[in-house]
């Protein structure tokens, strides 16, 4: 079954430590992963994705097959981090649709 | 970038009425569209897979009778929740992706039904 699995309903950090969301999956394929994040009051938006390895806003995420895991993390938290943020995985069959984790609230206090 | 529009935002209706939400691709042609629901405090759930000009994709658990889904042009889907009731209640949100295999889905602001 395709599932993915964000373990924590929240993380709270201070400004300037490091922070990694978790996030694994089960996909009997060759998964695409994304991370999305939402805003305070803003819509679901792209962060980033597996398969371009960049990093935004200084995010970066590995995709590691043998975990299974495809982690989000940043080296300096800042406060305008602050946002909910939800692993996503696409399924390549069935219209290629969209499965998405429970989501992270992050929480980076000052 | 590419924007997504629902209208309406919000709407309140009573039960056992239906009401339309739509969904626009505003400068692009969207040849998919997907329609979520979001309870408080939780995921996205995937309802339906919208296709221009085909019939939609219902997930598992979700009745396709109650919630029909309409994608007539590559720029407008529509869902209609039939008979609402108060347990329908619940934030809805579409995005729309412009190929097949595109990685990247543009979502809606969502629109949150309160059915009474």
């Known amino acids: 079954a395709q599932r993915v699995t964000q373990p924590e309903k929240l993380l709270s950090v201070f400004k300037g430590a490091p922070v990694e969301l978790k996030c694994n999956y089960s996909y009997s394929g060759s998964p695409e992963l994304f991370w999305y994040v939402q805003y305070s009051r803003q819509r679901l938006q792209l962060l980033l994705r597996h398969i371009s390895r960049e990093s935004i806003k200084g995010f970066t995420a590995d995709l590691n097959k043998g975990e299974t895991s495809f982690h989000l993390k940043k080296p300096f938290a800042q406060e305008e981090d602050s946002a909910m943020y939800y692993c996503a995985l696409k399924s390549m069959g069935g219209g290629f649709k969209t499965i998405f984790g429970a989501g992270t609230r992050l929480f980076v206090k000052a | 970038g590419a924007v997504v529009s629902q209208h309406p935002s919000w709407v309140i209706c009573k039960s056992g009425t239906s009401v339309k939400i739509e969904c626009r691709s505003l400068?692009?042609?969207?040849?998919?569209m997907f329609w979520y629901r979001q309870f408080p405090k939780q995921s996205l759930m995937l309802m339906a897979t919208s296709n221009e000009g085909s019939k939609a994709t219902y997930e598992q658990g979700v009745e396709k009778d109650k919630f029909l889904i309409n994608h007539a042009s590559l720029t407008l889907s529509t869902l209609t929740v039939t008979s609402a009731h108060p347990e329908d209640s619940s934030f809805y949100i579409c995005s729309a992706r412009v190929r097949l295999s595109s990685e990247t889905q543009y979502f809606g602001p969502g629109t949150r039904l309160l059915v009474l």
């Open positions: 400068d692009f042609q969207a040849t998919t």
